[in-house]
């Protein structure tokens, strides 16, 4: 399983579009990223998933480069309820329901008035 | 969309006692569920793999004597804390696949005094 590295935190205020990079140096071919959000005492939820390029959904966007090596989070118009520790992971989505998901240490994302 | 749905949100023991953690597929079936564990400031640790009608598979360094898992149906996984003690207080966390995403239960509080 590849293995992801985040930022351990990261400030915004609000209003701004706030980018969180995650590095995948090992991410294997049939592999696809995945982003979750965890607020305290609460499960993570899913926010987006991507294989190359761009994806782009009603709550965030997805770049991924080439290579695959990385990707980066984008939040646009952050607001104080994003506040959160996002999780990137990498996983083979072909493995179906067995595929078993490891967390990395996620980034924390303090959003100020 | 699909839900996961963990019972209790929240529980004390006393030390010695065991708990036991439901973990249910709401609205799809799941022959495989996902725990994890949770301590403050900390990413989510996968303990183990519960698969429906075979034995769980263990990640290194969990005590399967202590946590067992029992995933008897298809919307059903149960994780039970064997004689708790104090350092199992943590939140645990439940998990299932569906296509390519994974849906998490709530989480449950458990506090062993």
């Known amino acids: 399983l590849a293995k992801t590295t985040q930022p351990i935190s990261m400030d915004s205020y609000e209003g701004q579009e706030v980018n969180i990079t995650c590095s995948h140096n090992?991410?294997?071919?049939?592999?696809?990223i995945t982003w979750y959000q965890q607020f305290p005492s609460q499960g993570p939820r899913f926010i987006i998933q991507?294989?190359?390029t761009k994806v782009t959904n009603e709550v965030a966007s997805l770049f991924i480069p080439a290579d695959r090596k990385s990707s980066t989070l984008s939040l646009p118009r952050v607001s104080l309820s994003d506040t959160a520790v996002y999780y990137c992971?990498?996983?083979?989505?072909?493995?179906?329901?067995?595929?078993?998901?490891?967390f990395g240490t996620g980034t924390l994302l303090a959003v100020q008035p | 969309g699909a839900v996961v749905s963990q019972h209790p949100s929240r529980v004390i023991c006393k030390s010695g006692t065991s708990v036991k953690i439901e973990c249910r597929s709401l609205?799809?079936?799941?022959?495989?569920m996902f725990w994890y564990r949770q301590f403050p400031k900390q990413s989510l640790m996968l303990m183990a793999t519960?698969?429906?009608?075979?034995?769980?598979?263990?990640e290194q360094g969990v005590e399967k004597d202590k946590f067992l898992i029992n995933h008897a149906s298809l919307t059903l996984s149960t994780l039970t804390v064997t004689s708790a003690h104090p350092e199992d207080s943590s939140f645990y966390i439940c998990?299932?696949?569906?296509?390519?995403?994974?849906?998490f239960g709530q989480g449950t509080r458990l506090t062993v005094v």
């Open positions: 519960s698969n429906e009608g075979s034995k769980a598979t263990y």
């Open positions: 090992n991410i294997a071919t049939n592999d696809y």
């Open positions: 609205d799809f079936q799941a022959t495989t």
């Open positions: 991507g294989y190359k």
């Open positions: 992971l990498v996983g083979d989505n072909y493995g179906g329901a067995t595929n078993k998901l490891i």
């Open positions: 998990s299932a696949r569906m296509g390519q995403e994974a849906f």
